[in-house]
């Protein structure tokens, strides 16, 4: 158990480094990590198919601008690896998960307001010219990103998962099944802050098309994706060729990004 | 006077490997300041010899900076290119580095977020999912794979033009609106994806049935009749309108989960 719950721990500090010293490869997200947890713990099917649920849920946060969003990489791993330890399904790995974000988010804010400190110390590295110095206060902030979620992860497996297990035991037969209504009702989440980034009503026919594609013909998504591919290039051709005579009227649709600041407190 | 100082290959390497760690040290002050000065450290080691210049440059790279990571080595790039004009000509404006900066870190985030967010993650990801909701491991394997070809791509092709064509192109490319045309395509495909997602992805459907003069009508036969995924997409505009009118993602999240409970207790879902 000891050596499983280190392993998570540190399935958990790749998945928060990922964004900090990975350049995003997108190691942090549940899908990854959901399938790094059912290898620790011997069932990497179920790890998949978890993973691919709070996938789901969680795809449209993003830390954009400055906001620190809730941490995906400890719910991810927590809510996969109790879901597997308890024996129960998925449901349970989302209702678990959300809240252990939401949480540990706290620790992450609290880790950049100390990188502060490291940043003025730097400052006064840099009036040196000391390069050596600049980049040790680089390399400290990493690992207390790195502790922020390891300790947690390693402690909830030691001390919480005989608890997790007795919990779901005890929670009756309806709310259970509400929960599972629920876990299926989250990824709307996801999807909804997708839209607020790409919808507008100028593109809004896009959306549609892919979903009347996917509703009535039973193209998957990498097909809608190739085919999408298709028609923008289409869109591209027949726009270049109308700005011959009319010059760029096709201004101001893309700033509505900015306006998605997303208030995730 | 003094030979050329000239940026090599080996000091973009280093910068190409030291971006990956931009946010490593990112705080709410000046975000990804450290993390900035630190990939640029091997391009001011090569241009500067004195103690001052280094003082200078190190500092310049130490102010605020905020970016999509991907992005960010074309930035370096051009910062690159305007360091080595600034350490070969007396007369160079060094301020315009930081300035250069911090007027394309915004735009070039805007597209970052949304060509990589919004569109290669969600596209790499639907593909992962659908493939993984079947119990199928190659699904994670497949979404890592897709989402970094074009991610590492543009890191180091934009490291490169940053570097060789420096500021002008980029205002060229502006000029010529091709930066439009870049996300009203990716923006086109990520719609569709998004709304593929909605219709495959929600298994949102209701167990609501009653009896009509004996016969008995399930209503969610009548919506697939109608519109198949009615409900999915009906959910997924209710959630959409609330964050638009500001409410938060956390609370809007524990709605749902207080909803999904009540709504399956009186029997609607």
């Given at each position: 158990m000891v050596a499983q719950a280190i392993m998570l721990g540190i399935i958990a500090g790749i998945g928060i480094l990922d964004s900090r010293i990975f350049g995003v490869l997108m190691l942090e997200r549940p899908l990854v990590t959901g399938f790094l947890v059912g290898l620790v713990l011997g069932d990497v099917q179920q790890g998949v198919l978890i993973g691919a649920q709070l996938e789901l849920i969680w795809m449209g946060i993003a830390g954009i601008g400055a906001a620190t969003p809730p941490d995906v990489v400890t719910g991810g791993v927590l809510g996969t690896a109790f879901a597997i330890l308890s024996g129960q399904g998925a449901e349970v790995a989302l209702v678990l998960a959300v809240p252990i974000a939401v949480l540990a988010q706290s620790l992450g804010v609290l880790v950049r307001i100390i990188n502060t400190y490291f940043m003025h110390k730097a400052d006064k590295f840099a009036l040196k010219a000391d390069f050596r110095g600049v980049t040790l206060m680089m390399w400290i902030p990493p690992i207390l990103f790195f502790l922020s979620v390891f300790i947690p992860t390693f402690l909830a497996i030691i001390l919480g998962a005989e608890q997790v297990k007795n919990l779901i035991e005890a929670v009756p037969e309806t709310i259970l099944g509400g929960l599972k209504v629920a876990g299926n009702l989250l990824p709307v989440v996801g999807f909804a802050l997708l839209m607020d980034m790409l919808f507008s009503k100028k593109m809004a026919v896009f959306f549609f098309l892919g979903f009347l594609a996917a509703s009535y013909t039973s193209l998957d998504i990498t097909a809608i994706a190739l085919f999408g591919a298709c028609i923008a290039v289409v869109i591209y051709i027949v726009i270049n060729n109308n700005n011959g005579n009319q010059?760029?009227?096709?201004?101001?649709?893309?700033?509505?990004l900015t306006e998605g600041e997303i208030d995730f407190e | 006077m003094s030979s050329q100082k000239k940026v090599t290959k080996r000091e973009l390497r280093q910068v190409f490997w030291r971006s990956?760690?931009?946010?490593?040290?990112?705080?709410?002050?000046?975000?990804?300041n450290l993390g900035y000065a630190y990939a640029m450290i091997p391009v001011i080691k090569k241009l500067y010899e004195k103690h001052d210049d280094q003082v200078k440059a190190l500092n310049r790279h130490l102010e605020i900076f905020n970016t999509t990571p991907a992005v960010s080595t074309t930035i370096m790039g051009i910062s690159a290119a305007m360091e080595e004009q600034n350490a070969n000509d007396?007369?160079?404006?060094?301020?315009s580095i930081n300035a250069v900066k911090a007027s394309l870190m915004g735009p070039l985030a805007g597209i970052g977020d949304s060509l990589f967010w919004g569109t290669f993650r969600i596209i790499a990801a639907g593909i992962g999912v659908s493939l993984a909701t079947q119990g199928n491991i190659f699904g994670p394997i497949l979404f890592l794979i897709l989402y970094n070809i074009p991610h590492l791509f543009l890191r180091i092709a934009g490291l490169r033009m940053g570097y060789r064509v420096g500021v002008n192109s980029l205002e060229r490319i502006q000029k010529e609106g091709l930066m439009e045309k870049i996300m009203s395509m990716t923006t086109t495909v990520g719609l569709l994806v998004v709304g593929g997602m909605v219709a495959t992805m929600l298994n949102i459907t209701t167990p609501l049935e009653f009896d009509m003069n004996g016969a008995k009508v399930v209503v969610q036969d009548i919506f697939d009749q109608i519109l198949p995924n009615a409900l999915p997409l009906l959910g997924t505009f209710i959630v959409y309108g609330l964050m638009k009118r500001k409410v938060s993602i956390t609370k809007l999240t524990l709605g749902i989960i207080v909803a999904g409970i009540f709504l399956h207790w009186i029997g609607l879902l």
């Open positions: 010059g760029h009227q096709e201004k101001e649709s893309y700033n509505n | 990956f760690a931009l946010q490593g040290a990112f705080n709410y002050e000046r975000m990804q007396s007369n160079f404006d060094s301020n």
